[in-house]
DNA sequence: CAGTTTGTTCAAATTTTCTTGAACAGACGT
DNA sequence: ACGTCTGTTCAAGAAAATTTGAACAAACTG
């Protein structure tokens, strides 16, 4: 019973011999999740749910990764939002149990629709007023400025081009198609 | 030669008319990219550049987009370190002059390149790394705390297929192929 | 219904990141 | 060679974010 008392006895000395390997992945994914626009913690909570074959109190949680309960109400909050973990229960108990979400792929599909998705639509949006507030200032200029603001209006249609093409590559991505990114190139070649 | 003067004359009220729509859109494309893990002015600056039919020296940029000299030169030199941005010149002016790098699909290419690339390849090695870590203990471990190494074992193996599929697939998406995002699908069936 | 246990929210405090102005360095013209 | 014009670097200050402890709320137990 050696590792079994020492999961729970000594709050110092007394980590599993797996838990350094264990907080090495969540760090990893950590690094990926903070670079991809999430907080550090998701990663690293997703992880340990992620590895854990028991669904995990938020207790066992914080004790993992030395937080405090509040940053993991917090993390652990937005995790379920993303649907990247999953609140479970056990009959008998009172605490909330967590298990992670295991297909990651659908994970991902998610975040790039509601994320990525909307944030180029507003990009879009925001070149397209762009160009309406130039057609509106174009008949009050003259010769040269004239020139500049139709050289401004079709760069901008480019970028919405672009733009676009980056939408819809992100939607078939989403919808598990098959992408040509020679969309891409092609959105940008008529000039 | 109204528009001409309001360009230099006075600091206060002389934008020309076409500015707002400018500034509008280079803040989406700022949003974008700060999104996208980069400074914001970063995007900024790109923008009015790309918008602008000549090439423009660090004093415009501060000017159009109200910022410091030192903030331009930082944002700026990291642009060109990326290659979104040259730096030209002109014959008799001892300014430096920059101009857009207009092709933002190669650009696109290079930042998933050297960025995304390389954290997944050290999610990767950290995922191994772990693994080791694990095969190491293993055997100091009894039947209980066995299994659940080995639990954990397999779980790092998927968190590994899965980030090489997503390896293979950003580095199609760079080498400008086509992608099947199943693959991605099919690298966590196996269980 | 009072007393626990558990989870969430909030404001304060800390840490991190950004921004700035000034000092520095390089290049050019005279 | 000197003075001027540019661009970069740096340390200090400002702003933004994360983190935390404590107060609060909700759910269950006896």
Do not use: C
């Not at 749910?49 to 030395?66: C, G, V």
């Amino acid at each position: 019973m050696s590792s079994a008392a020492a999961k729970q006895q000594d709050p110092n000395d007394s980590q599993p011999l797996w838990r350094e390997a264990e907080l090495r992945a969540a760090d990893a994914m950590g690094r990926l999740m903070e670079f991809w626009g999430f907080r550090r913690h998701m990663g690293r909570l997703w992880t340990i749910l992620y590895l854990s074959p028991e669904p995990m109190t938020t207790a066992e949680l914080a004790e993992t990764l030395q937080l405090s309960s509040s940053a993991v109400s917090l993390s652990l909050g937005e995790l379920v939002h993303w649907g990247a973990v999953r609140k479970t229960w056990r009959p008998g108990e009172r605490k909330d149990f967590y298990q992670a979400e295991s297909s990651v792929w659908k994970l991902l599909r998610r975040v790039y629709e509601r994320r990525e998705l909307n944030l180029i639509r507003e990009a879009i949006d925001a070149f397209g007023d762009a160009q309406r507030h130039l057609d509106e200032t174009r008949s009050q200029l003259g010769g040269e400025d004239r020139r500049r603001v139709d050289y401004m209006h079709k760069r901008l249609s480019r970028l919405s081009a672009l733009s676009k093409a980056g939408e819809r590559l992100v939607r078939l991505l989403v919808a598990g198609r098959m992408i040509n990114p020679a969309d891409l190139q092609s959105a940008e070649e008529e000039d």
